[in-house]
Structures are given as C-alpha cells and as structure tokens.
C-alpha cells in the first residue's frame, strides 16, 4: 500500500506536486501530510479515485483495504 502511494508520489513529480494534485476547493492538502501518509498512514480512501485518475497507479493498490473484490465473488465468477 505504501509502495504504491510513493509509486504515484513520484509519478507526479514529489510530495509537493502530489499535494497539490490532491487538494481541492474543499480540502488543502500539504506536503507534510502527504509525508505522514507515506510514513505512517496511507492516502485517505475518499482521495483514492482522484490519486489514480491522476496518477495512473490503481486504486486497488493504492488502498486494498478499501477497494477489493471478496472472495466469494472471486469465486463465483471463477465458476
């Protein structure tokens, strides 16, 4: 998880340029916490979608967590 949000940091050219491409009129996002993310947190799942549209680095990796297919349903289409 981690490794992939630092794979879209570098897409974008640094922490500062990634914060920037996060921010929006409603939420500012700083380059100390997109440190923190890579330290310690990981990117928030409501900023996921706009990280991938952005950076080409899939939603799946960036937080797995969040975004997965259960194994039930991994399953039952593989039937």
Same mark, same amino acid.
Not at 56 to 71: I, K, Q, T, Y
């Given at each position: 998880m981690? +490794?992939?949000?630092a794979e879209?940091? &570098?897409a974008v050219g640094g922490q500062v340029l990634f914060a920037q491409e996060m921010s929006t009129p409603e939420r500012v996002v700083s380059q100390q916490i997109v440190s923190y993310w890579l330290k310690r &947190?990981?990117?928030?799942?409501?900023?996921?979608?706009? &990280? #991938?549209l952005k950076?080409?680095? +899939?939603?799946?990796?960036?937080?797995?967590?969040?975004?997965?297919?259960? #194994?039930d349903l991994i399953s039952s289409n593989a039937a």
């Open positions: 981690r +490794s992939a949000l879209a940091v &570098a &947190a990981g990117i928030p799942a409501e900023l996921v979608l706009r &990280a #991938e950076t080409g680095v +899939s939603r799946f990796r960036l937080r797995p967590d969040v975004f997965c297919v259960p #194994e």
